[in-house]
């Protein structure tokens, strides 16, 4: 079945049990299957304090990935600007696109990436919230730097290739990225209820840019797969309870083996919430992974799509990236 280009999102999952060395390793093994499996891009989110998450610095595992890659495309997913001046983040992005030219991709967003206020005041510095205009602003700046209209240079010599991408769940942040000419990812897996009003708004909005010259989408879907429908509903299991806990205002959790996360027993209303959930993302057997892929592609209009891929075990998780690649290709 075709589709349109696949890439991955990582966040390097937390597994109970197991170090922050073999979290890494682990996303470090996943990006190397995508590599191989001809997949586009891989990115990696930026997240704080989280008990799931291990991606906290993507500039530097961005570094990694791309020296330990021959092909992939590599970036943020994203980096979220008001935790960081401008101007340090295009020098990182520079610096990363000038060891591994034309493979680097820096995509923004905004948010705590925390639910923890201390880290919040730390990252920022004691500054407030950013508001819509401080974010804005911050990105127009970022720009700038990369397209070498923002004061000194970046490194002498250096001609920018980084590709800059908004990253968005709303329809705001949707509008933004086709004000200012940029390729938008959207997070489905997230918002999935903001998907088609937010791609109108940014279609509608689009207009050309130095670096853009039409719409161009990717959307991230929430993808499980495995040999059968009940195995991969087993995997995403973990991953359900994490969200039981989002739901809750809350983030303790993180990944449980898949036969401890089978017996927590979770009240009808979040079970109810969870399917509704994962009927808009793609979770199942080969088949039945692609069709829902195929079916997000059409609905959406859709470039390219980005897995996500939030499971126990690594073995799964790369298992999980060649029954989709083989199945789409």
């Not at 997949?39 to 704080?48: K, Q, T």
């Not at 303790?252 to 089978?262: K, Q």
Request: aromatic letters at 4%; proline letters at 8%.
């Amino acid at each position: 079945m075709s589709l349109p280009p696949l890439s991955i999102l990582e966040v390097a999952p937390a597994e109970r049990g197991r170090t922050a060395s073999e979290a890494l390793a682990a996303t470090a093994t996943a990006v190397r299957a995508a590599d191989e499996l001809g997949l586009r891009r891989a990115w990696f989110a930026e997240h704080h304090g989280a008990p799931l998450i291990g991606s906290v610095a993507p500039p530097v595992l961005i570094a990694h990935a791309a020296a330990t890659t021959s092909r992939l495309r590599v970036g943020s997913g994203g980096v979220l600007l008001p935790n960081h001046a401008p101007r340090a983040v295009a020098e990182q992005f520079a610096t990363l696109d000038a060891l591994h030219p034309g493979r680097i991709d820096l995509g923004i967003g905004r948010g705590p990436g925390t639910f923890d206020a201390s880290v919040v005041a730390a990252l920022r510095r004691g500054a407030p919230p950013a508001t819509a205009d401080d974010y804005r602003a911050g990105i127009v700046e970022l720009l700038g730097y990369l397209s070498g209209d923002g004061g000194p240079a970046l490194l002498p010599g250096y001609r920018a290739a980084v590709q800059p991408w908004l990253l968005s769940s709303s329809t705001a942040g949707a509008s933004l990225a086709g004000e200012l000419g940029l390729p938008v990812a959207f997070a489905h897996h997230i918002r999935p209820q903001n998907t088609a009003e937010a791609l109108d708004r940014y279609r509608e909005a689009f207009r050309p840019s130095r670096w853009l010259d039409r719409p161009y989408v990717m959307i991230a879907v929430e993808t499980v797969c495995a040999d059968t429908d009940a195995e991969a509903d087993a995997l995403g299991r973990p991953l359900d309870l994490v969200k039981a806990d989002l739901f809750a205002g809350r983030a303790d959790r993180p990944l449980l083996p898949p036969a401890e996360a089978a017996e927590v027993t979770l009240p009808a209303e979040v079970q109810e919430r969870l399917r509704d959930y994962r009927a808009q993302q793609a979770h199942g057997s080969p088949a039945t992974v692609a069709a829902r892929l195929a079916a997000l592609a059409a609905a959406t209009g859709a470039d390219e799509i980005m897995l996500s891929t939030t499971v126990y075990d690594a073995a799964a998780r790369r298992r999980s990236l060649e029954l989709v690649a083989k199945t789409t290709a």
